[in-house]
């Protein structure tokens, strides 16, 4: 794998580092099917990385891998240096890996403020007994945390609904909440299926800057899968292109929009 | 107009995250406090005594317990009746080994006993959800039931199969058997009450009631967060378990006194519980405590009103009153599906404003 010592700076000065998470040679299957064949590419340290490509290719599959969602059949999964071994989902979450929704998953139930309270869950640790009588590590925790998540909640410009039951809010909110949720988590690396979908330009504008600031206020290593070109060519350091479950391109924006695989793969080719 | 919180600022996230963050709903909780710890005792007598307060409190532990289960972390279960004939068991097997124990102990421990037996008839909820998980616990329902009949280990061999408190007192007041003082009885359960409501509420707002209802409202999304469903789902069966078999200790211990268990502890409790839970309010404490005073209640006040008002036949008023109640819960259903509990956040939403529309 890439040591650290290749990292560099990006023309708007934010540092990549070296390699974060590494996929080598996943395969996977589902029955006959096979939804990713043997695809390879790393992540890097504070970058933006984008998976693309058409419908059923392959994308939110490769991110339910990463997040621990499937174990592929073949290939290994590569974080921080290490080897992961198969690993259930909230295994995943905890060792910093955090992650939206394609269609929304939050608790329908909880205040936009507890859904996001969710996402410090991992670092409370405080004793059943603490808890019920409210006291000492309980109280101190709440605290601490809800600090914490404030700060998010300011980031996000989410304040006026803190206490309003998720259930009631219009989509592009539910969207940032889901946001706000995975930050929360403070991951090191985080994936977003699709986090602009069935938003219009305003909603997609907040969205991406929002994204970009993540990346560049929190150093937080993004994955995104997204749809609009537009966006992701604008925000993203590097591309990978999936169709059919096969990587048919991986490189900088400017690179995959020439790639005459990738302009077959959305293009259609021409059968002459 | 009256009722507002206008000017009740909260400067820090513990004065935020308390649970009574308006000032008159504070003084109302103190109030009705006082009322039931100071003024109650006073005046309680053996009717009021086993007829409203004891089968309130004590269902309203109950209630309390299967929310936390149900309301809270999503899990449905039939098995009330049977955790409660644990309680009621285990205390009466520790009353009756360990007679020199204080009572209180002895109640806790069965709490702590039932946990157990619970967080066992949880473990299939890590596969099945929904009905096929009623389903389960009903099983467990029908087994403890069957394993307290045939069992004589369990009833000490005596002769009629029943179970029966011995006389106990805690400090110098008699709390089980015959010739009790009802107000000592009263603040007993009351302090029981108490704690319970203390606990359950404290546990629902921290991280671990996040946790359940991560659970309730996506399974999934709370495992993508790092919630790990196994401790979850079994600490909510073991926490809730543990409110349920206390509410059967004193069922047996204090309020009936002797049990026979397919009678007190059947399915019929189980359905009772459950109704509590879902008219009082799924998720919510005070849901809990309304949809008790409204199973409790509403019969013994139809009695008064048709037997003791209109002086109707005892037999005819007891035939309406199960047509009645029956109707009540169906109109509270269609007129609120989230319980009392949301009917009551309504008003206080609607008080704010009172008397102007906006």
Same mark, same amino acid.
């Given at each position: 794998?890439?040591?650290?010592?290749?990292?560099?700076?990006?023309?708007?000065?934010?540092?990549?580092?070296?390699?974060?998470?590494?996929?080598?040679?996943?395969?996977?299957?589902?029955?006959?099917?096979?939804?990713?064949?043997?695809?390879?590419?790393?992540?890097?340290?504070?970058?933006?990385? $984008?998976?693309?490509?058409?419908?059923?290719?392959?994308?939110?599959?490769?991110?339910?891998?990463?997040?621990?969602?499937?174990?592929?059949?073949?290939?290994?999964?590569?974080?921080?240096?290490?080897?992961?071994?198969?690993?259930?989902?909230?295994?995943?979450?905890?060792?910093?890996?955090?992650?939206?929704?394609?269609?929304?998953?939050?608790?329908?139930?909880?205040?936009?403020?507890?859904?996001?309270?969710?996402?410090?869950?991992?670092?409370?640790?405080?004793?059943?007994?603490?808890?019920?009588?409210?006291?000492?590590?309980?109280?101190?925790?709440?605290?601490?945390?809800?600090?914490?998540?404030?700060?998010?909640?300011?980031?996000?410009?989410?304040?006026?609904?803190?206490?309003?039951?998720?259930?009631?809010?219009?989509?592009?909110?539910?969207?940032?909440?889901?946001?706000?949720?995975?930050?929360?988590?403070?991951?090191?690396?985080?994936?977003?299926?699709?986090?602009?979908?069935?938003?219009?330009?305003?909603?997609?504008?907040?969205?991406?800057?929002?994204?970009?600031?993540?990346?560049?206020?929190?150093?937080?290593?993004?994955?995104?899968?997204?749809?609009?070109?537009?966006?992701?060519?604008?925000?993203?350091?590097?591309?990978?292109?999936?169709?059919?479950?096969?990587?048919?391109?991986?490189?900088?924006?400017?690179?995959?929009?020439?790639?005459?695989?990738?302009?077959?793969?959305?293009?259609?080719?021409?059968?002459? | 107009?009256?009722?507002?919180?206008?000017?009740?600022?909260?400067?820090?996230?513990?004065?935020?995250?308390?649970?009574?963050?308006?000032?008159?709903?504070?003084?109302?909780?103190?109030?009705?406090?006082?009322?039931?710890?100071?003024?109650?005792?006073?005046?309680?007598?053996?009717?009021?005594?086993? $007829?409203?307060?004891?089968?309130?409190?004590?269902?309203?532990?109950?209630?309390?317990?299967?929310?936390?289960?149900?309301?809270?972390?999503?899990?449905?279960?039939?098995?009330?009746?049977?955790?409660?004939?644990?309680?009621?068991?285990?205390?009466?097997?520790?009353?009756?080994?360990?007679?020199?124990?204080?009572?209180?102990?002895?109640?806790?421990?069965?709490?702590?006993?039932?946990?157990?037996?619970?967080?066992?008839?949880?473990?299939?909820?890590?596969?099945?959800?929904?009905?096929?998980?009623?389903?389960?616990?009903?099983?467990?329902?029908?087994?403890?039931?069957?394993?307290?009949?045939?069992?004589?280990?369990?009833?000490?061999?005596?002769?009629?199969?029943?179970?029966?408190?011995?006389?106990?007192?805690?400090?110098?007041?008699?709390?089980?058997?015959?010739?009790?003082?009802?107000?000592?009885?009263?603040?007993?359960?009351?302090?029981?009450?108490?704690?319970?409501?203390?606990?359950?509420?404290?546990?629902?707002?921290?991280?671990?009631?996040?946790?359940?209802?991560?659970?309730?409202?996506?399974?999934? $999304?709370?495992?993508?967060?790092?919630?790990?469903?196994?401790?979850?789902?079994?600490?909510?069966?073991?926490?809730?378990?543990?409110?349920?078999?206390?509410?059967?200790?004193?069922?047996?211990?204090?309020?009936?006194?002797?049990?026979?268990?397919?009678?007190?502890?059947?399915?019929?409790?189980?359905?009772?519980?459950?109704?509590?839970?879902?008219?009082?309010?799924?998720?919510?404490?005070?849901?809990?405590?309304?949809?008790?005073?409204?199973?409790?209640?509403?019969?013994?006040?139809?009695?008064?009103?048709?037997?003791?008002?209109?002086?109707?036949?005892?037999?005819?008023?007891?035939?309406?009153?199960?047509?009645?109640?029956?109707?009540?819960?169906?109109?509270?259903?269609?007129?609120?599906?989230?319980?009392?509990?949301?009917?009551?956040?309504?008003?206080?939403?609607?008080?704010?404003?009172?008397?102007?529309?906006?």
């Amino acid at each position: 794998m890439k040591d650290t010592a290749d990292s560099h700076v990006t023309e708007d000065g934010r540092t990549i580092g070296g390699t974060l998470l590494d996929l080598r040679g996943i395969t996977l299957r589902f029955g006959g099917v096979e939804a990713i064949k043997n695809i390879s590419f790393d992540i890097r340290q504070g970058e933006i990385r $984008a998976i693309i490509g058409p419908n059923g290719a392959g994308k939110s599959s490769m991110l339910n891998v990463i997040s621990g969602f499937y174990n592929p059949q073949e290939g290994e999964v590569w974080f921080r240096g290490e080897k992961r071994p198969a690993m259930k989902p909230f295994q995943v979450a905890r060792s910093g890996v955090a992650r939206t929704f394609q269609n929304i998953a939050l608790f329908d139930g909880m205040s936009v403020l507890d859904n996001i309270m969710t996402g410090r869950l991992n670092d409370m640790h405080a004793g059943l007994v603490a808890q019920m009588i409210w006291k000492g590590k309980a109280e101190r925790e709440e605290v601490e945390n809800r600090a914490r998540v404030e700060r998010i909640i300011d980031f996000l410009e989410i304040q006026h609904i803190r206490k309003t039951p998720v259930g009631r809010l219009p989509y592009g909110l539910k969207k940032r909440v889901e946001l706000a949720r995975a930050l929360a988590a403070e991951p090191d690396l985080l994936l977003l299926d699709e986090p602009m979908a069935g938003m219009n330009v305003e909603e997609k504008e907040d969205m991406s800057r929002y994204i970009l600031d993540v990346n560049d206020e929190m150093g937080t290593t993004i994955a995104l899968i997204e749809h609009d070109m537009g966006v992701v060519m604008d925000i993203s350091d590097r591309v990978v292109v999936m169709d059919y479950g096969r990587k048919i391109g991986d490189g900088t924006p400017d690179e995959v929009r020439n790639n005459p695989q990738v302009i077959d793969a959305y293009l259609g080719v021409a059968h002459d | 107009m009256l009722y507002r919180e206008a000017g009740d600022f909260k400067t820090t996230y513990t004065g935020d995250s308390q649970t009574f963050p308006i000032r008159l709903d504070r003084w109302g909780y103190y109030l009705i406090l006082a009322v039931a710890a100071l003024l109650v005792p006073l005046i309680i007598n053996d009717y009021w005594l086993n $007829a409203v307060m004891l089968p309130l409190l004590i269902y309203a532990i109950a209630a309390l317990g299967l929310n936390i289960l149900t309301g809270y972390c999503g899990q449905v279960s039939l098995g009330t009746g049977g955790f409660m004939a644990v309680g009621a068991y285990a205390c009466y097997k520790l009353m009756t080994a360990f007679p020199d124990i204080n009572i209180a102990i002895h109640i806790v421990i069965s709490g702590f006993i039932t946990a157990a037996v619970g967080m066992l008839f949880g473990l299939p909820s890590l596969r099945i959800k929904g009905f096929y998980l009623a389903v389960a616990t009903l099983a467990a329902q029908f087994f403890l039931v069957w394993l307290f009949n045939r069992v004589p280990w369990f009833y000490n061999y005596s002769a009629s199969g029943q179970i029966s408190a011995p006389e106990r007192t805690l400090m110098g007041f008699r709390i089980t058997g015959p010739e009790t003082q009802a107000w000592a009885v009263y603040l007993f359960c009351l302090v029981f009450v108490v704690a319970s409501a203390w606990i359950c509420r404290n546990l629902t707002r921290g991280s671990m009631g996040r946790k359940w209802m991560a659970i309730r409202d996506m399974d999934i $999304a709370a495992e993508i967060i790092g919630v790990n469903p196994l401790r979850a789902k079994l600490s909510a069966f073991g926490i809730s378990s543990f409110f349920v078999g206390i509410s059967g200790a004193l069922f047996f211990a204090v309020y009936l006194g002797a049990v026979e268990v397919g009678e007190v502890f059947g399915i019929n409790k189980s359905f009772l519980v459950l109704f509590m839970v879902i008219i009082g309010g799924l998720g919510s404490i005070l849901g809990s405590f309304l949809g008790a005073a409204f199973m409790v209640l509403m019969p013994v006040l139809l009695k008064n009103v048709l037997v003791g008002g209109l002086g109707w036949p005892t037999d005819l008023a007891a035939h309406l009153e199960f047509m009645i109640v029956g109707g009540l819960i169906v109109f509270f259903l269609i007129v609120e599906p989230h319980g009392l509990a949301q009917l009551w956040r309504i008003t206080k939403e609607k008080l704010r404003l009172w008397p102007f529309p906006h």
